[in-house]
Protein backbone atom coordinates (compact mmCIF):
# COMPACT_ATOMS: atom_id res chain seq x y z
CA UNK A 1 0.00 0.00 0.00
CA UNK A 2 1.57 3.42 -0.74
CA UNK A 3 1.09 6.06 2.10
CA UNK A 4 0.54 8.35 -0.18
CA UNK A 5 -2.70 6.93 -1.43
CA UNK A 6 -4.66 5.49 1.12
CA UNK A 7 -6.98 2.63 -0.11
CA UNK A 8 -5.60 1.72 -3.17
CA UNK A 9 -2.88 0.04 -3.74
CA UNK A 10 -0.69 -0.59 -6.55
CA UNK A 11 -1.80 -4.71 -7.02
CA UNK A 12 -5.39 -3.15 -7.20
CA UNK A 13 -4.36 -0.53 -8.98
CA UNK A 14 -2.90 -2.06 -12.25
CA UNK A 15 -4.63 -5.62 -11.81
CA UNK A 16 -6.51 -5.65 -15.16
CA UNK A 17 -3.58 -4.69 -17.20
CA UNK A 18 -1.12 -7.21 -15.09
CA UNK A 19 -3.74 -9.78 -16.16
CA UNK A 20 -3.43 -8.98 -19.84
CA UNK A 21 -0.58 -11.81 -20.55
CA UNK A 22 1.54 -9.02 -22.67
CA UNK A 23 2.42 -7.42 -19.73
CA UNK A 24 2.10 -9.70 -16.51
CA UNK A 25 3.81 -8.85 -12.88
CA UNK A 26 7.42 -8.67 -14.32
CA UNK A 27 6.05 -5.84 -17.15
CA UNK A 28 4.48 -3.96 -14.52
CA UNK A 29 7.49 -3.90 -12.94
CA UNK A 30 9.78 -2.76 -16.05
CA UNK A 31 7.07 -0.05 -16.44
CA UNK A 32 7.27 1.39 -12.72
CA UNK A 33 11.21 1.75 -13.60
CA UNK A 34 10.75 3.45 -17.08
CA UNK A 35 11.32 7.13 -17.96
CA UNK A 36 9.80 8.43 -20.47
CA UNK A 37 9.69 12.08 -22.06
CA UNK A 38 6.93 13.84 -23.79
CA UNK A 39 7.71 16.51 -26.15
CA UNK A 40 4.56 18.41 -26.75
CA UNK A 41 1.95 17.96 -24.48
CA UNK A 42 -1.01 19.56 -26.70
CA UNK A 43 -3.52 17.12 -27.89
CA UNK A 44 -1.96 13.63 -28.45
CA UNK A 45 0.85 14.43 -25.85
CA UNK A 46 -1.79 15.26 -23.15
CA UNK A 47 -3.44 11.86 -24.46
CA UNK A 48 -0.54 9.97 -24.24
CA UNK A 49 0.84 11.48 -20.78
CA UNK A 50 -2.34 10.08 -19.22
CA UNK A 51 -2.69 6.63 -21.11
CA UNK A 52 1.30 6.46 -19.70
CA UNK A 53 0.85 7.91 -16.18
CA UNK A 54 -2.66 5.52 -15.88
CA UNK A 55 -0.77 2.44 -17.14
CA UNK A 56 2.28 2.84 -14.37
CA UNK A 57 5.21 4.49 -16.15
CA UNK A 58 7.22 5.39 -13.03
CA UNK A 59 8.57 8.63 -14.59
CA UNK A 60 7.41 11.22 -16.94
CA UNK A 61 9.26 14.10 -18.54
CA UNK A 62 6.86 16.56 -20.14
CA UNK A 63 7.89 19.22 -22.44
CA UNK A 64 5.89 22.06 -23.86
CA UNK A 65 6.28 25.61 -24.39
CA UNK A 66 2.30 26.86 -25.15
CA UNK A 67 -0.37 27.94 -22.68
CA UNK A 68 -3.88 26.45 -22.28
CA UNK A 69 -6.73 27.82 -24.49
CA UNK A 70 -10.50 27.65 -24.95
CA UNK A 71 -9.76 26.45 -28.19
CA UNK A 72 -8.29 23.02 -26.71
CA UNK A 73 -10.67 21.71 -24.72
CA UNK A 74 -12.10 20.11 -27.93
CA UNK A 75 -9.61 17.58 -27.95
CA UNK A 76 -6.70 18.17 -25.35
CA UNK A 77 -7.88 15.49 -22.45
CA UNK A 78 -6.05 16.55 -19.48
CA UNK A 79 -6.97 20.15 -19.30
CA UNK A 80 -10.71 21.74 -18.36
CA UNK A 81 -12.43 25.71 -18.45
CA UNK A 82 -10.12 26.72 -15.26
CA UNK A 83 -6.68 25.88 -17.01
CA UNK A 84 -7.75 27.95 -20.16
CA UNK A 85 -9.17 30.65 -18.28
CA UNK A 86 -6.08 30.79 -16.52
CA UNK A 87 -3.77 30.26 -18.97
CA UNK A 88 -1.82 27.77 -17.28
CA UNK A 89 1.12 26.33 -19.23
CA UNK A 90 0.05 23.03 -20.72
CA UNK A 91 3.16 21.00 -18.91
CA UNK A 92 1.96 22.14 -15.39
CA UNK A 93 -1.43 21.73 -16.46
CA UNK A 94 -1.42 18.45 -17.17
CA UNK A 95 1.65 17.68 -14.31
CA UNK A 96 -1.59 18.50 -11.76
CA UNK A 97 -4.14 16.55 -13.38
CA UNK A 98 -1.76 13.75 -13.40
CA UNK A 99 -1.37 14.07 -9.90
CA UNK A 100 -4.75 13.49 -9.32
CA UNK A 101 -5.34 10.17 -10.66
CA UNK A 102 -2.00 8.67 -10.54
CA UNK A 103 -0.14 10.76 -7.60
CA UNK A 104 2.38 7.15 -7.21
CA UNK A 105 4.73 8.19 -10.59
CA UNK A 106 6.93 11.09 -10.86
CA UNK A 107 6.35 13.69 -13.43
CA UNK A 108 8.31 17.02 -14.25
CA UNK A 109 6.61 19.69 -16.16
CA UNK A 110 8.87 21.83 -18.28
CA UNK A 111 7.63 24.65 -19.52
CA UNK A 112 9.92 25.20 -22.36
CA UNK A 113 10.61 24.87 -26.04
CA UNK A 114 12.89 22.39 -27.02
CA UNK A 115 15.97 23.55 -28.67
CA UNK A 116 19.58 22.38 -29.41
CA UNK A 117 20.77 24.22 -26.67
CA UNK A 118 18.45 22.91 -24.11
CA UNK A 119 17.52 19.02 -25.98
CA UNK A 120 20.41 17.03 -23.87
CA UNK A 121 19.81 18.37 -20.67
CA UNK A 122 15.81 18.17 -21.20
CA UNK A 123 16.08 14.19 -22.56
CA UNK A 124 19.00 12.98 -20.98
CA UNK A 125 17.14 10.79 -18.29
CA UNK A 126 15.27 9.52 -20.94
CA UNK A 127 14.28 5.44 -21.98
CA UNK A 128 12.39 6.45 -24.76
CA UNK A 129 10.90 9.83 -26.31
CA UNK A 130 7.35 10.50 -28.09
CA UNK A 131 6.93 13.01 -30.26
CA UNK A 132 4.02 14.80 -29.83
CA UNK A 133 4.88 17.98 -31.09
CA UNK A 134 3.02 20.45 -33.59
CA UNK A 135 6.10 20.88 -36.21
CA UNK A 136 8.52 18.96 -38.02
CA UNK A 137 11.49 21.43 -36.79
CA UNK A 138 11.20 19.92 -33.38
CA UNK A 139 10.65 16.54 -35.26
CA UNK A 140 13.79 16.63 -36.86
CA UNK A 141 16.02 18.34 -33.65
CA UNK A 142 14.14 15.02 -31.96
CA UNK A 143 15.64 12.61 -34.73
CA UNK A 144 19.24 13.71 -34.93
CA UNK A 145 19.31 13.62 -31.23
CA UNK A 146 17.81 10.50 -30.76
CA UNK A 147 19.94 8.97 -33.73
CA UNK A 148 22.86 10.40 -32.05
CA UNK A 149 22.40 8.90 -28.62
CA UNK A 150 20.88 6.10 -29.39
CA UNK A 151 17.59 7.00 -27.97
CA UNK A 152 14.27 4.99 -29.03
CA UNK A 153 11.79 7.64 -30.26
CA UNK A 154 8.04 7.22 -31.64
CA UNK A 155 6.67 9.87 -34.21
CA UNK A 156 2.82 11.06 -33.69
CA UNK A 157 0.84 13.25 -35.45
CA UNK A 158 -2.98 14.00 -36.65
CA UNK A 159 -4.41 16.87 -38.52
CA UNK A 160 -8.15 16.51 -40.28
CA UNK A 161 -9.87 12.97 -39.74
CA UNK A 162 -5.75 11.78 -40.42
CA UNK A 163 -3.81 9.95 -37.59
CA UNK A 164 0.08 8.55 -38.30
CA UNK A 165 2.59 7.34 -36.46
CA UNK A 166 6.28 5.51 -36.62
CA UNK A 167 8.94 4.11 -34.33
CA UNK A 168 11.99 4.92 -34.82
CA UNK A 169 14.60 2.47 -33.36
CA UNK A 170 18.66 3.92 -33.82
CA UNK A 171 21.59 1.86 -34.00
CA UNK A 172 23.35 1.32 -30.19
CA UNK A 173 26.77 0.44 -31.67
CA UNK A 174 27.18 3.70 -33.38
CA UNK A 175 25.78 5.94 -29.94
CA UNK A 176 28.57 3.78 -27.72
CA UNK A 177 26.22 2.15 -25.94
CA UNK A 178 24.57 -0.87 -25.37
CA UNK A 179 21.51 -3.09 -24.05
CA UNK A 180 20.98 -4.16 -20.95
CA UNK A 181 18.47 -6.29 -19.65
CA UNK A 182 15.22 -4.20 -19.32
CA UNK A 183 16.16 -3.69 -23.14
CA UNK A 184 17.60 -6.01 -25.23
CA UNK A 185 18.64 -5.24 -28.96
CA UNK A 186 16.43 -4.14 -31.45
CA UNK A 187 16.82 -4.51 -35.32
CA UNK A 188 17.23 -1.01 -36.31
CA UNK A 189 15.06 0.43 -38.10
CA UNK A 190 15.28 3.52 -40.86
CA UNK A 191 14.74 7.33 -38.68
CA UNK A 192 12.81 9.81 -39.87
CA UNK A 193 15.10 11.27 -42.61
CA UNK A 194 15.29 8.07 -44.23
CA UNK A 195 11.87 8.05 -45.44
CA UNK A 196 11.93 12.26 -45.55
CA UNK A 197 14.91 13.42 -46.16
CA UNK A 198 13.29 17.19 -45.26
CA UNK A 199 10.50 18.64 -43.73
CA UNK A 200 7.83 19.97 -46.20
CA UNK A 201 8.14 23.70 -47.68
CA UNK A 202 6.04 26.45 -48.41
CA UNK A 203 3.39 26.65 -46.10
CA UNK A 204 2.48 23.60 -44.70
CA UNK A 205 -1.20 22.45 -42.96
CA UNK A 206 -1.55 22.67 -39.40
CA UNK A 207 -4.27 22.16 -36.67
CA UNK A 208 -4.87 26.07 -36.44
CA UNK A 209 -5.75 26.13 -40.18
CA UNK A 210 -6.93 22.90 -41.30
CA UNK A 211 -8.52 21.63 -38.12
CA UNK A 212 -8.58 18.49 -36.81
CA UNK A 213 -10.91 15.83 -35.09
CA UNK A 214 -10.71 14.51 -31.37
CA UNK A 215 -10.84 10.84 -32.70
CA UNK A 216 -7.88 10.86 -34.57
CA UNK A 217 -5.66 12.81 -31.94
CA UNK A 218 -6.78 9.51 -29.24
CA UNK A 219 -5.81 7.12 -31.84
CA UNK A 220 -2.86 8.65 -32.87
CA UNK A 221 -2.07 8.45 -29.09
CA UNK A 222 -3.52 4.69 -28.38
CA UNK A 223 -1.22 3.67 -31.00
CA UNK A 224 2.06 5.35 -29.68
CA UNK A 225 1.60 4.37 -26.36
CA UNK A 226 0.81 0.56 -27.08
CA UNK A 227 4.09 0.75 -29.04
CA UNK A 228 5.44 2.54 -26.41
CA UNK A 229 4.30 -0.09 -24.15
CA UNK A 230 6.13 -3.27 -25.77
CA UNK A 231 8.95 -1.26 -25.94
CA UNK A 232 9.20 -0.46 -22.33
CA UNK A 233 8.39 -4.07 -21.24
CA UNK A 234 11.55 -5.04 -23.17
CA UNK A 235 9.51 -6.17 -26.70
CA UNK A 236 10.90 -4.38 -28.86
CA UNK A 237 10.65 -7.15 -31.35
CA UNK A 238 6.88 -6.52 -31.47
CA UNK A 239 7.05 -3.25 -32.59
CA UNK A 240 5.71 -1.97 -35.73
CA UNK A 241 8.43 -1.86 -38.40
CA UNK A 242 6.32 1.42 -40.83
CA UNK A 243 5.51 4.45 -40.79
CA UNK A 244 1.81 4.14 -40.61
CA UNK A 245 -0.79 6.84 -41.57
CA UNK A 246 -4.99 6.15 -40.86
CA UNK A 247 -7.96 8.51 -42.01
CA UNK A 248 -10.63 8.09 -39.68
CA UNK A 249 -13.27 10.17 -42.20
CA UNK A 250 -12.38 7.44 -45.26
CA UNK A 251 -11.15 4.58 -43.90
CA UNK A 252 -8.03 4.64 -46.01
CA UNK A 253 -5.04 3.18 -44.45
CA UNK A 254 -1.30 3.36 -45.47
CA UNK A 255 1.55 2.13 -44.04
CA UNK A 256 5.30 2.44 -45.51
CA UNK A 257 8.13 0.12 -44.48
CA UNK A 258 10.85 1.94 -42.60
CA UNK A 259 12.25 -1.74 -41.52
CA UNK A 260 15.83 -0.59 -42.10
CA UNK A 261 17.57 2.15 -42.38
CA UNK A 262 18.70 3.63 -45.32
CA UNK A 263 22.77 3.56 -45.75
CA UNK A 264 22.32 6.33 -48.01
CA UNK A 265 20.71 8.84 -45.26
CA UNK A 266 22.60 11.58 -43.76
CA UNK A 267 20.93 11.19 -40.53
CA UNK A 268 21.30 7.44 -39.75
CA UNK A 269 23.84 7.07 -42.33
CA UNK A 270 26.55 9.58 -42.32
CA UNK A 271 25.42 10.97 -38.56
CA UNK A 272 25.57 14.25 -40.05
CA UNK A 273 23.28 16.59 -37.45
CA UNK A 274 22.31 19.57 -39.01
CA UNK A 275 19.68 20.12 -36.51
CA UNK A 276 21.34 19.37 -33.35
CA UNK A 277 23.95 21.68 -34.38
CA UNK A 278 21.05 23.98 -34.75
CA UNK A 279 22.03 24.45 -38.55
CA UNK A 280 18.39 23.67 -39.97
CA UNK A 281 16.98 26.37 -37.62
CA UNK A 282 16.14 30.18 -39.21
CA UNK A 283 17.98 32.81 -36.81
CA UNK A 284 15.64 34.62 -34.43
CA UNK A 285 16.03 38.67 -33.85
CA UNK A 286 14.24 40.98 -31.39
CA UNK A 287 14.23 43.97 -32.96
CA UNK A 288 11.99 46.90 -31.82
CA UNK A 289 10.77 47.19 -28.27
CA UNK A 290 7.79 44.64 -28.61
CA UNK A 291 8.51 41.92 -31.43
CA UNK A 292 10.73 39.18 -32.61
CA UNK A 293 12.05 38.09 -36.00
CA UNK A 294 11.62 34.93 -37.62
CA UNK A 295 14.36 34.96 -40.37
CA UNK A 296 12.90 31.85 -42.17
CA UNK A 297 14.75 32.46 -45.99
CA UNK A 298 14.11 29.12 -47.40
CA UNK A 299 10.41 28.52 -47.04
CA UNK A 300 9.33 30.36 -50.50
CA UNK A 301 5.43 30.90 -49.39
CA UNK A 302 2.11 31.48 -51.78
CA UNK A 303 1.00 34.26 -49.87
CA UNK A 304 -2.42 33.65 -51.57
CA UNK A 305 -2.93 29.96 -50.74
CA UNK A 306 -1.76 31.02 -46.86
CA UNK A 307 -4.81 33.68 -47.17
CA UNK A 308 -6.91 31.20 -48.41
CA UNK A 309 -6.13 28.64 -45.03
CA UNK A 310 -6.34 31.47 -42.97
CA UNK A 311 -9.46 33.67 -43.94
CA UNK A 312 -12.18 31.37 -42.35
CA UNK A 313 -10.00 31.10 -38.74
CA UNK A 314 -12.18 32.35 -36.30
CA UNK A 315 -9.26 34.19 -34.12
CA UNK A 316 -7.94 35.93 -36.76
CA UNK A 317 -8.65 39.85 -37.58
CA UNK A 318 -7.19 42.32 -39.98
CA UNK A 319 -5.86 39.69 -42.23
CA UNK A 320 -4.53 41.19 -45.80
CA UNK A 321 -2.18 40.26 -48.60
CA UNK A 322 -0.44 42.23 -51.49
CA UNK A 323 1.75 40.32 -53.75
CA UNK A 324 4.70 41.73 -50.93
CA UNK A 325 3.28 40.41 -47.44
CA UNK A 326 0.39 38.93 -45.83
CA UNK A 327 -0.19 40.25 -41.96
CA UNK A 328 -3.08 39.38 -39.37
CA UNK A 329 -3.89 40.02 -36.09
CA UNK A 330 -4.37 37.50 -33.75
CA UNK A 331 -5.45 38.07 -30.07
CA UNK A 332 -2.27 40.20 -28.63
CA UNK A 333 -0.22 39.72 -31.81
CA UNK A 334 0.30 40.96 -35.18
CA UNK A 335 2.26 38.60 -37.43
CA UNK A 336 3.45 39.86 -40.99
CA UNK A 337 4.82 36.89 -43.14
CA UNK A 338 7.03 37.68 -46.12
CA UNK A 339 7.07 35.77 -49.64
CA UNK A 340 10.56 33.77 -48.51
CA UNK A 341 9.14 32.50 -45.41
CA UNK A 342 10.38 35.33 -43.44
CA UNK A 343 7.68 36.83 -40.54
CA UNK A 344 7.85 39.71 -37.85
CA UNK A 345 5.70 38.65 -34.89
CA UNK A 346 4.99 41.68 -33.12
CA UNK A 347 3.45 41.86 -29.39
CA UNK A 348 5.83 39.75 -27.50
CA UNK A 349 9.50 39.49 -27.02
CA UNK A 350 9.43 35.90 -25.99
CA UNK A 351 11.21 33.73 -28.98
CA UNK A 352 9.44 30.16 -27.83
CA UNK A 353 6.29 32.61 -28.18
CA UNK A 354 6.89 33.57 -31.76
CA UNK A 355 7.98 30.05 -32.97
CA UNK A 356 4.68 28.74 -31.60
CA UNK A 357 2.89 31.01 -33.65
CA UNK A 358 4.69 30.51 -36.87
CA UNK A 359 4.20 27.12 -36.19
CA UNK A 360 0.36 27.07 -35.75
CA UNK A 361 -0.25 29.38 -38.57
CA UNK A 362 1.89 28.87 -41.29
CA UNK A 363 3.64 26.14 -40.35
CA UNK A 364 7.41 24.69 -39.17
ZN1 LIG B 1 17.98 7.58 -41.43
New binding site residues.
Partial sequence: MNPSTPGISSDERYSRQVLFPGIGRKGQELLAGARVAIVGVGAIGAATASLLARAGIGRLILIDRDIVEPSNLQRQVLFDEADAAASMPKAEAARARIAQFNSEIEVEAHTADLVPANICELLADADLLLDCADNFETRYLVNDYAVQQGKPWIYAGAIGAKAATMNILPRLEDSGLSSDDCNPAWAPT??L??LFPGAPSGAVETCDTAGILGPAVNLAASLQAAEALKLLTGQAGLMRRTFLSFDLWTGERAAISNAA??PD?A???SRTFRHLAGKSRPHITLCGRNSVQIHEHQRPLSLTALLHQLQLHPEIEELRANPLLLRFRRGPHQVTVFPDGRALIQGTTDAGVARSIYARFIGS
Avoid: E, M
Fill in positions: GCACPDCVCG
